[in-house]
């Protein structure tokens, strides 16, 4: 059963072109996520952990291989498509907020609607729900520039839910911040993706979030190998 | 989208502020020109531009020329004439001002009185065939002092004509035109004659001239306007300086679009990786563009309008409202027709940019 699984990759592969030189990146690449778990991946940088999330998250086309969201194969969806997956089935975070700067913080969870054409009282109410749980109704008409980091990477948590995907992908969410922000953050994502059902992966450099996931892959030679808990 | 446009350009008011300065300078300066172009072909021409006439009937040799034509009394008979097809003569001269020591330069035209080519008179009384060597003149000729009663001697053939009333408006290359009936037209002619048949609507009888006369042609009255001396090289050069202007227009605000689009490729780069279409980013920076083009035509117009009114009478200048909107529409096309090359780099922004970059 595909459908059970919100994103599931099968046998992908991805080659880059390197002068005369083809490097692969992933190679026959297989996972499956389920509802409510999150999990890490960790490894060297360069060993293709954000080609994964790439391809994961509709943003990248794999040379050979299917992802499934939901149930569809997106392989063959033209970029409309592609883009309306991203629209409604994915939220990210990425290692910077990439918040749109000249909207402020409420706004820029409302444009994410609006674009969706999802723009309701309800969706309003819910976007200040969000911006509550990731403490910052406060700052709600703040502006990106206006904010801290973390501030800002708490309001891009709260954009990646606001149009309740089922799939979460999140790129070194922790890089921009110091440890102790980086804790509460991971913090932060964890408890919503355990309360909103999600599937989440994130892609991550910092040892210290490790214990916050359930199940934790390495990135070596082009795919994926489950650690055990006890090495952690 | 549209409030996302606008709260773009609220968020960014001095890049978006520029642009609208741009737009606003040259839709201004080509407002201008055209208001000065106008009012120097008014100015020129007003004389022929505003007579109501389809038609003039012109000497061959003339090439176009309304004051190089010369048609022979005698081959057409006053027979010929009706309501609708007057005879006209044209010379330029310079007349002596009475008790003074100017001389003016003027267009005589010579006309039958009560016919079409009779302009009103706003001053004093209009010209009567029963009476000779009385004249009508454009009243751009009191501010040189010149009063209905006074008399003016004729240069050339030294014949002395009384000023009895003034015109508005009537003009032929640059000079006041000064009316006169053919009676009086034939005492300064030694040897009078026709400068034209000027038909009011197009008939049958037009015919009947061009079998009379052997060597001329009807032609139209736009191309007699074309042929005034001046006229053509006046209105070209202005012409070249709008077009130039346009042409300038496309480049800069292209290029001033593209930079702005180079600099957001990585916002719609992070825009599309959270869903937006290319499509949508199209519009949005469309719509963008033309808020900022209506902004800015507007403005324009209503300087203007502003300039129009507070420039001194003597400027020739002239607000034809049906040029400046078609003028409107060519800079409203340039300045979407700038963006659109800058579509492409949306179209070529890739959402992969929101990944792996710190600030």
């Known amino acids: 059963m595909q459908s059970q699984y919100p994103l599931s990759l099968k046998s992908v592969t991805k080659m880059y072109e390197d002068g005369d030189k083809t490097a692969i990146i992933l190679k026959d690449l297989s996972f499956n996520i389920k509802n409510g778990e999150m999990i890490a991946i960790i490894g060297p940088s360069g060993s293709g952990k954000s080609t994964f999330l790439s391809i994961a998250g509709a943003l990248l086309t794999p040379d050979d291989g299917e992802v499934i969201v939901n149930g569809v194969t997106i392989n063959n969806c033209n970029e409309s498509d592609k883009a309306n997956v991203r629209l409604n089935q994915i939220g990210y975070i990425f290692q910077t907020s990439n918040l749109v700067p000249y909207l402020n913080v409420e706004e820029n969870l409302f444009f994410v609607l609006k674009m969706a054409k999802q723009w309701s009282v309800a969706s309003k109410e819910f976007c200040h729900l969000l911006l509550e749980k990731v403490g910052l109704l406060n700052r709600a008409k703040h502006y990106p520039y206006q904010l801290s980091g973390g501030e800002k990477q708490r309001a891009a948590i709260a954009r990646a839910f606001v149009n309740h995907p089922e799939i979460i992908l999140a790129d070194e969410p922790t890089a921009s911040l110091d440890s102790s922000r980086s804790l509460a953050v991971m913090e932060l994502i964890s408890n919503m993706v355990k309360q909103y059902n999600k599937a989440a992966i994130i892609v991550t450099h910092d040892e210290q979030i490790l214990p916050l996931c359930d199940r934790i892959f390495t990135m070596k030679d082009g795919n994926l190998v489950e650690k055990e808990r006890e090495f952690i | ?359």
């Open chain 2, 1 to 359: 989208m549209l409030s996302h446009s606008i709260k773009e350009m609220i968020f960014y008011k001095v890049r978006y502020l520029l642009i609208l300065f741009i737009l606003f300078f040259i839709a201004s300066l080509v407002f201008i020109i055209n208001g000065l172009a106008n009012g120097l072909s008014m100015d020129n021409a007003s004389s022929i531009k505003k007579m109501n006439a389809e038609s003039f009937f012109l000497d061959k040799d003339s090439e176009n020329r309304i004051d190089r034509s010369k048609l022979t009394m005698g081959e057409i008979s006053e027979d010929d004439f009706s309501a609708n097809m007057q005879p006209l003569g044209i010379s330029m001269t310079s007349m002596g001002i009475e008790k003074s020591d100017k001389d003016i330069e003027v267009t005589l035209m010579a006309i039958n009185s009560a016919s079409f080519l009779e302009p009103i008179a706003k001053e004093g009384k209009g010209l009567s065939n029963k009476k000779v060597n009385e004249v009508v003149l454009d009243d751009s000729l009191k501010q040189e002092g010149i009063k209905l009663g006074q008399k003016l001697r004729d240069e050339k053939s030294g014949v002395w004509l009384e000023v009895i009333g003034f015109t508005s408006n009537q003009t032929f290359s640059h000079t006041p035109v000064a009316f006169i009936t053919f009676d009086t037209w034939k005492e300064i002619n030694l040897e009078p004659f026709y400068s034209a048949i000027v038909v009011q609507n197009s008939s049958d009888s037009m015919e009947d001239i061009s079998n009379k006369v052997n060597d001329g042609g009807w032609i139209e009255k736009e191309f007699v306007v074309k042929g005034i001396p001046g006229y053509e090289a006046e209105q070209n050069s202005l012409f070249m300086m709008l077009a130039f202007l346009i042409v300038i227009a496309v480049f800069v605000l292209g290029a001033f679009f593209y930079i702005m689009t180079i600099q957001k490729t990585n916002q719609f780069g992070i825009l599309k990786a959270i869903g937006a279409k290319t499509a949508y980013l199209c519009k949005s920076t469309l719509l963008q563009v033309m808020i900022l083009t209506m902004i800015s035509l507007i403005a324009a117009v209503g300087f203007t309008w502003a300039i129009f009114l507070v420039l001194p009478e003597d400027i020739p200048f002239l607000f034809d409202p049906i040029q400046i909107a078609k003028f409107s529409g060519i800079i409203a096309i340039v300045s979407i027709f700038g963006s659109l090359l800058s579509t492409f780099n949306i179209i070529q922004a890739d959402p992969i940019q929101a990944m792996g970059r710190v600030e």
